[in-house]
């Protein structure tokens, strides 16, 4: 790697080889952190500090190429992932349904139609323009397909102008589909999960020094809940999904492994390496470094209930399976925690990111903040240390025009973690 030659290159003139050489990396979070210190103590017995007293990590323009070489090493070799805090999308698929389905929608159920009143871009312009590193896709068994391939949505309420072929092709083929509910809210950026994932590699391929990118996959059964004699008579049944079994969830592993290969993978077995549970992994050696993890997938079970139990069965601490699970800290399983409300959770999320866990938070909900442009939420969750902070809203809605939005302080794509980052983070550094 270009960085790692340049520090070799220069190791012998830095004053710093003989603390950069060691650096323990197999040490546990908070060793670590404290060992990449030694570079920082060095420094300061050596005159490294400037006159205003910061390390040369922190004067890059005032010390190159040294404190860019020291910053580039650091963040490679000291930063671990969950080090780093990055923006994420909540159903980063969705598209709002069209205005008078929406209409309908809400004469049924209002705070449904509130809740779905959002759109995103496609996954790779979230990726490439507003800087998302963590994104959420909704996916649904279709084992005789074209199951999902005519929503009543669409038949009651047609395209304007409308459809010769009211059906969309791409939802007659195998393979999961991902949508939010089937028959009302239907419109996505991508029918497939295979579809969506080929996306993700595209831009991943033109990317490769990005920083990891977590895909939360929620297993869905939601069926419309369409009270009879609302819709016109002589029109289908509305579908009724299929619930996730063992093999419908070994299929989500399949597909995600039918697109990214190993190499592109952050799995637990990967992190676990020998020890003899997961949880013991990441709070004793760690999760891997950047260095270790640029350019790589990290993909994660949304379900807490028996899709995540089943998912569980027959994998100790998750041996051979491509996702992790929101686990409950002390379980074998445990490294990833999904907490979504970080006012009420916020000293629970700032604990568990302390101990090395890795959390998803959410800085809105069902449009609310956005709507009234309220901020508590989104600020508890910057604050709070959740490595993975969602939102519906990378970007402000105009339609309400209270100019919300979620993004991370500063102009760079992943910033160093408030609760976790070693002193002298440089998040200029963090992503290539």
């Known amino acids: 790697m270009r960085r790692r030659l340049v520090v070799a290159t220069l190791a012998v003139g830095l004053m710093l080889a003989t603390v950069l050489v060691s650096v323990d990396q197999s040490a546990s979070p908070v060793a670590a952190a404290q060992n990449c210190l030694g570079w920082e103590r060095q ?22 190429p040294f404190g860019q070489v020291l910053g580039d090493w650091v963040a490679d ?34 705070d449904f139609a509130a809740s779905i009143d959002y759109s995103h ?29 005519l929503p009543l949505g669409q038949l009651v309420f047609p395209t304007n102008p409308p459809s010769p072929d009211p059906i969309k092709p791409g939802l007659l083929g195998a393979g999961l589909k991902v949508l939010h509910v089937p028959d009302v809210d239907f419109e996505t950026r991508c029918l497939t999960f295979v579809a969506c994932l080929q996306q993700l590699e595209a831009w991943s391929d033109a990317n490769p020094g990005h920083v990891p990118v977590m895909v939360q996959v929620e297993a869905k059964d939601d069926a419309a809940l369409i009270p009879p004699g609302v819709l016109p008579p002589g029109l289908p049944a509305p579908v009724t999904p299929v619930p996730f079994g063992p093999s419908e969830l070994d299929g989500i592993d399949a ?15 990967v992190v676990r390496g020998d020890r003899a549970t997961l949880e013991e992994a990441v709070l004793i050696d760690g999760w891997p470094t950047l260095n270790e993890t640029r350019g790589r997938f990290l993909f994660t079970l949304d379900n807490e209930g ?4 089943l998912y569980i069965a ?3 601490s998750l041996t051979g399976r491509v996702m992790f699970t929101s686990s409950a800290p002390g379980t074998p399983e445990a490294a990833f925690v999904k907490l979504n409300d970080p006012v009420a959770d916020g000293a629970l999320i700032n604990s568990l990111v302390a101990a090395g866990y890795i959390v998803r938070t959410r800085a809105d909900a069902d449009t609310v903040e956005a ?12 604050a709070s240390g959740a490595q993975f902070v969602s939102t519906d809203y ?26 976790l980052s070693p002193p002298g983070c440089d998040p200029s550094t963090l992503e290539d």
């Open 394 to 419: 990378p970007e402000p809605d105009p339609a309400f025009g209270t100019g919300y939005l979620v993004d991370l302080p500063g102009d760079d794509l992943a910033r160093c973690n408030p609760v």
């Open 371 to 382: 709507r009234f442009g309220l901020t508590v939420r989104r600020d508890a969750a910057l």
């Open 121 to 149: 871009r496609p996954l790779g312009e979230q990726l490439e323009l507003l800087g998302v590193r963590q994104l959420e896709l909704d996916v649904y068994v279709d084992p005789d397909p074209g199951r999902f391939a």
């Open 314 to 316: 027959g994998h100790p």
């Open 77 to 110: 070799d000291c930063m671990r992932l969950n080090y780093v805090q990055v923006l994420g999308t909540h159903n980063s698929y969705h598209i709002k349904p069209r205005p008078p389905l929406l209409q309908f929608i809400g004469s049924l159920n209002p």
């Open 306 to 309: 028996t899709e995540r139990d």
């Open 255 to 269: 597909e995600i492994r039918s697109v990214f290969g190993d190499h592109q993978l952050i799995t637990p077995d």
């Open 43 to 64: 420094l300061r017995s050596a005159g490294g500090f400037g006159a205003r007293g910061r390390p040369a990590i922190d004067r890059l323009d005032d010390d190159r």
